[in-house]
T-cell receptor, first 115, second 114 residues
């Protein structure tokens, strides 16, 4: 029961570099989400996906790109990293669009530092 | 944009004390969830409340959804050091552009001292 895994767990990158955070789930959940967590802001939605090849912007999408060519993978790319993107990033999944029933299952997070 | 305000943001208490965390919004939610997060890990779902006025109990934790479905509370009785963590409330909307998405509060960091 691998669940939902994020990689890497920790990443340090330089300003202006491109970096990709990986998310893989083994349940074939339809919905997947990317959140960033910053003190005082809670969890803020960056992008989400309702199915393979269907993605949409969340609350804070600027500077990020996502793709979902396969149901199980949902990578998040920072095209040109900035210091303001230093954060802890969480990937989550849900069987369908009704979190009322199942809630979200989160990965363990990626701590990204941009220097 | 729907907002959820949690209070207090920080809570430091002694083992055995009782506490309540509040989650408030001006918006109506179809359901509300509470998650607990430990350092270095992702949030884990504790409970979902759906009906206005609903009360759910999970051992020493009691969750309540407001009658108007705009607010919720988490009450912990006789807190233990193992309860230490970040508690997050999250609201769900049933349809429209918010379908499938949760809105999270900013969280309450609870520390229970032995």
């Amino acid at each position: 029961d691998a669940g939902i895994t994020q990689s890497p767990r920790y990443k340090i990158t330089e300003t202006g570099r491109q970096v990709t955070l990986m998310c893989h789930q083994t349940w074939s959940h339809s919905y997947m989400f990317w959140y960033r967590q910053d003190l005082g802001h809670g969890l803020r939605l960056i992008y989400y996906s309702a199915a393979a090849d269907i993605t949409d912007k969340g609350e804070v999408p600027d500077g990020y790109v996502v793709s979902r060519s396969k149901t199980e993978n949902f990578p998040l790319t920072l095209e040109s990293a900035t210091r303001s993107q230093t954060s802890v990033y969480f990937c989550a999944s849900s069987p369908d669009g009704t979190p009322t029933l199942y809630g979200y299952t989160f990965g363990s997070g990626t701590r990204l530092t941009v220097v | 944009t729907q907002l959820l305000e949690q209070s207090p943001q920080f809570l430091s208490i002694q083992e055995g004390e009782n506490l309540t965390v509040y989650c408030n919004s001006s918006s109506v939610f179809s359901s509300l969830q509470w998650y607990r997060q430990e350092p270095g890990e992702g949030p884990v779902l504790l409970v979902t409340v759906v009906t206005g006025g609903e009360v759910k109990k999970l051992k020493r934790l009691t969750f309540q959804f407001g009658d108007a479905r705009k607010d919720s509370s988490l009450h912990i009785t006789a807190a233990q050091p193992g309860d230490t963590g970040l508690y997050l409330c999250a609201g769900a909307n049933a349809g429209g552009t918010s379908y499938g998405k949760l809105t999270f509060g900013q969280g309450t960091i609870l520390t229970v001292h032995p």
